[in-house]
Each structure stands twice: as structure tokens, then as C-alpha cells.
């Protein structure tokens, strides 16, 4: 495989028909702010039941109404969700109903719109990172630029996992992540055709953050 072919084995592509079918509605120019919110919100809950798939899980003892057993639960402040603002806030919102127990961090990186290269403003991570499984969230992969730059410096305190979660990516995006992080998953609701020369994914959705937040 030549290194810019996307390594699909660490690509999970989200296609179940509840996540397509907002993903459609979603990609719609017509559709409204709030309905674009609520879906992203929707869709981020599904997102949140794939990555959270394979979390490890801790026997707790309870009663129930009959007698005491051992049951399991996630240890949900083990988890981290990594927004990207800006628009890293729509998936974040929707994950945190699933999983309300995971601390949060914040990156600030916004793309300059002539080298398209991700430039830091913020960073805010829970203590102790050493001690936890990391899913970073930003809807849309598409340069790469700002995925690598956030696990770049995610990494860099050493944390037990890192996923990356967005709704959509395109061949670029992906190879871009994997020759920076072959190691970090891919989770994505559908791999496009391209990015054009603004950095746009094509067919895409058009720019999420003000799609989210009615900025357009
Ligand atoms: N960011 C967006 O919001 N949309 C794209 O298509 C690419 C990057």
C-alpha cells in the first residue's frame, strides 16, 4: 500500500441506516440551524454507542429488588471527550447525553485560510491524562491539518488511548491522520470524494461550525 492510500483497517465507517439517514438530512443546504443541531445532536449519540463499543467495563456490586448481584459499568470518568472548537461542540453536546460521567477537554485551533494549517488558541485537558481513554470529536476531517495538530499535543501527556470521531472525512483527511498517527482509530459517518482547493470536503456539508451555529 503507497503511504497516501488511506489504511481502511483503522477507518470504522459508522453505516448503520439511523446515522446515514441523518447524515442525509443534515448534508441538505435547506436545512435549517436547528434542525442541522438537533440531527448533529442525534447523530453524535449514535457515534457515542460505536466509539464507546469496545470500553472497558468494571464489575460493581448492587440489589436488585430480588437480591444482590454483580453488574458492570463504564467508568465514564476515565473518559475524556476532546472537542475542537469550534465546531467540535456539536458532536461534544450529543456524546455527553450518552455518557454524561466523561471529563471534557477543549482545543482551540483554527485553520489559516491561506496555508490552511492549523493554528493553536486554547488548550484545557483534565489532570491525570495519563490514566485515561481519550475520543477526540470534531465533525469534519478534512485536511487533517487540525486532527493532528489536537492528538500532536493530546499525545504529548500521554494517555492510555486516543480515538478521533468526526461525521464526515475524505481520502486526504484520512491519509494526512494516518501518516501522522497510524495508531489512532478513525470513527466517521461516510468518506466523501474529495477536498477542493479551500479545504472543503466534496461532496460534504459545507462549513459545520456555522451550519451549527447559524454564523453563515
Ligand atoms: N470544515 C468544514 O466545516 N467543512 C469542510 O468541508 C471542511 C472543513
Redesign the pocket.
Known sequence: MSSSAPQTSQVHLVDHPLVQHKLTLMRQKDASTNSFRRLLNELSMLMAYEVTRDMPMQDVQIETPLETMNAKVIDGKKLVLVSILR?GTGILDGMLTVVPGARVGHIGLYRDPKTLQAVEYYFKMPKEMQERDVVVVD??L?TGNSAVAAVDRIKALKPKSIKFVCLLTCPEGIATMHKAHPDVPIYTAAIDRQLNSH???LP?L????DRIFGTQ
Open positions: 465546531a465533525p469534519m478534512a479545504g472543503y470536503i460534504g459545507g462549513d459545520a461550525g
